[in-house]
């Protein structure tokens, strides 16, 4: 049993990581400011003897007895990120020094959450770890992708001024059950209106791509990243390199939801990247991992989950 802090465990990804590593008869600590996270995707693990809620901002210096560290805390969907641009950076680069300070002090090892979006709109495709990325650094997406950008700068700066044991994981488009309906994602979006009858938003002409990860996979991948024991630091990228269009995934949606729904075309985001597709041989060879659930299981799920609470 270790004793493991997970920030931003009531968060998508993280209530997910929470859950799985109870489940492996760990000893779990979500600590999470509830800005996007939700109490009702943590219910279930609140009467758990091992598991332990923090309410608390990263942003703010915390010590707590851990072993290991996941570092989930940070808003994800764009309309979150850019609700307020100043504290998404802070989150990204304040709490990310304050979290390797405890890794430090505490001798634990600290798994970081970076993201595809380091890659910015990418001129190189698909993505390898070491593609340097092409981000607009003053644009509305860059409080996200250059706080994560900032992130991993520092990750790499403690491994080497003071041996501080990192992992960096570069998430690539994530989905699943327990996502907020009302995140503004792709996914979450597509679904809720199909089920709901209301048109089908696509940004732009909806040709610009996307490789969508089940989240059990993601979990899987960032715990082999975590406990690999070949000294593999990253980054690694962590994603389904199953690449399709926009339109192609509101398509599915509208099959398999049987819904009537109209696609409604609305201006593109600016920097919204054209095209991204994760290369995993990385994590193929160092981790062994690779996606396993196709994406109609995966969708399946996701549709039955937003069913349920609508
Ligand atoms: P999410 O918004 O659902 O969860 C983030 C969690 O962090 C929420 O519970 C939120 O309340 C919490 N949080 C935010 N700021 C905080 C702060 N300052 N202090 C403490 N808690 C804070 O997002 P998610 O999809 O679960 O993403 C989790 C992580 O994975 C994020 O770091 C995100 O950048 C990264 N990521 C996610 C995706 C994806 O597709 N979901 C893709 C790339 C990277
Ligand atoms: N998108 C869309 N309709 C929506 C929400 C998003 O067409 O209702 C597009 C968005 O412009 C982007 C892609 O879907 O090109 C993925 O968007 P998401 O916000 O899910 O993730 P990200 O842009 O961070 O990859």
Known sequence: MKRILVTGGA???????CRRLLNEGNYVICLDNFFTGLKQHIEDMLDNPNFELIEHDIVEPIDIECEQIYNMACPASPPHY??????????????????????????????????????????????????????????????????????????????????????I?????????????????VVSNCIMQAIKGE?????????????????????????????????????????????????????MVLEMTGSNSKLSFMPLPSDDPVKRKPDITKAQQMLGWE?????????????DYFKSIS
């Not at 968060?11 to 997910?16: E, L, P, R, V």
């Not at 059950?177 to 994602?185: A, E, I, V, W």
């Open 82 to 167: 850019q609700y307020d641009p100043v504290k998404t950076m802070k989150t990204s680069v304040l709490g990310i020094l304050n979290m390797l300070e405890l890794a430090k002090k505490q001798g634990a090892t600290i798994l970081h959450a970076s993201t595809s979006e380091v890659y910015g709109n990418p001129l190189v495709h698909p993505q390898q770890e070491s593609y340097w990325g092409n981000v607009n650094p003053i644009g509305i997406r860059s409080c996200y992708d250059e706080g994560k950008r900032a992130a991993e700068t520092l990750l790499m700066d403690y491994h080497r001024q003071y041996g501080t044991d990192i992992r």
């Open 11 to 17: 968060g998508f990804i993280g209530n997910h990581l």
């Open 199 to 251: 048109d089908i938003t696509i940004y732009g002409d909806g040709s610009q791509t996307r490789s969508f990860c089940y989240v059990d996979d993601l979990v899987d991948g960032a715990i082999r990243m975590m406990n690999n024991d070949k000294g593999f630091i990253g980054p690694v990228n962590l994603g389904n390199p199953s690449e399709r269009t926009v339109l192609n995934l509101a398509q």
């Open 169 to 185: 994981i570069r998430i690539f488009n994530t989905y699943g059950p327990n996502m907020d309906p009302k995140d503004g994602r």
């Open 291 to 303: 996606p396993v659930v196709d994406i109609k299981d995966g969708l399946a799920k996701t549709i």
